[in-house]
């Protein structure tokens, strides 16, 4: 859902997708066991990925995907990079852009929402610092890919998605694939979750004009704050620690999301001369 610094979107607007077609793809998935990635020892093969549609071919590209976009851009982590190299992306974007699914850009997934290009993916899930135990909260969460990669690294992943349309997609694709660590909640992100607070780790997928307070508040003792923050145009990816009650912040790299909408987010519609959300 944004537009990175690293080979940048080249601003044309997305092709139109029908709804349909979202909730179509969830059909297609089947189940495969996978090896472990979480800390604590224990078998993730409840949360496989497709076997008759994750054929070579796309085995094949989703490695090449790794290689060349993360691991050449100082995606450093085993863990993260393990994940990336799991999680079908192909099998989370519509029929008409499976092809594309393991190029460097974001693609459109329906509802005006874009899932996110490869590579702001891993770099969240890096900066997020996760070893395995924690209970995680997503902001925006599309079609579910970044929450099924959260999935492969922390014990839970709570994901909010505003448009009802994608929050059911993704709800029943997470299942089908088996990644049953996995909610998906419908509401305004802005406000973040709070019956599962507090999270050990939040990470928002949409540029926000200020870090929404409720997110603050929801946020763990020692937890971290991944989030977009600044103009609609152009934000910068901070990470927010929280110890003792203060938090510190740090920029990590440039970068473009859709707005944030809601209550502590950008008002909707946008303003004209702002990117439409996708």
Known sequence: MQFG?????TGAAPLPVIASNVMKLADLFARRPMTSLNGDGKSLSDAGVASNTDSEAFQSARREMVDRQLRKRDIRSPRVLEAMCSVPRHLFVPPEYMD???TDSPLPIGAGQT???????????????????EKVL???????????????????????????LLADAARIRLVKL????????????????PPEAPYDAILVTAGAPFVPPPLIDQLA?????VIPVGPAKQQELLRILKREGRTTQESLIACRFV????????????????????
């Open 5 to 9: 610094k690293h080979e940048a979107n």
């Open 100 to 102: 594309d699914a393991y």
């Open 115 to 133: 899932i996110s290009q490869p590579y702001m993916v891993a770099a969240m899930a890096e900066a997020l610092l996760l070893e395995g135990s």
């Open 138 to 164: 997503e902001i925006g969460a599309g079609s579910g890919y970044q929450a099924a990669v959260l999935s492969l690294l922390a014990r839970e992943v709570i994901a909010v998605e505003s448009q009802p």
């Open 178 to 193: 088996g990644y049953n660590n996995v909610w998906i909640q419908t509401g305004d992100g802005s406000l973040g979750w």
């Open 221 to 225: 003792e020692g937890g971290r704050l």
């Open 259 to 278: 707005p944030l909408l809601g209550l502590f987010g950008w008002p909707s519609p946008i303003p004209a001369g702002e990117p439409s959300r996708g």
